[in-house]
């Protein structure tokens, strides 16, 4: 599912306009971006947690030369699903 696909989904839902839910949809992301930005986690009732998480520096290889690298410290964007997502998720048979 990709961004327009939420807004769109947001629009029949709501009934709003297509820039209205486009708006909201902008808004939202930019401010669980600004807290993560901060080392903020997000948690989100009935649906996960974003948090930050710092990776040590660490060899590695290049995998077209087999050569050996190293890999500097960074952070990443870690997400945990909530019980109700897990639960809502197992609900559905896969296909």
């Known amino acids: 599912?990709?961004?327009?696909?939420?807004?769109?989904?947001?629009?029949?839902?709501?009934?709003?306009?297509?820039?209205?839910?486009?708006?909201?949809?902008?808004?939202?992301?930019?401010?669980?971006k600004a807290a993560l930005e901060r080392g903020e986690n997000v948690k989100l009732t009935n649906f996960g947690q974003f948090a930050i998480r710092a990776k040590n520096a660490r060899r590695g290889r290049n995998p077209h030369t087999g050569g050996e690298i190293v890999i500097p410290a960074h952070k990443i964007v870690t997400f945990s699903a909530g019980p109700a997502l897990k639960k809502t998720v197992n609900t559905f048979p896969s296909d």
């Open 1 to 32: 599912m990709t961004k327009a696909e939420i807004v769109s989904r947001i629009c029949e839902k709501n009934r709003i306009s297509n820039s209205d839910a486009a708006n909201i949809v902008e808004a939202t992301f930019e401010v669980i």
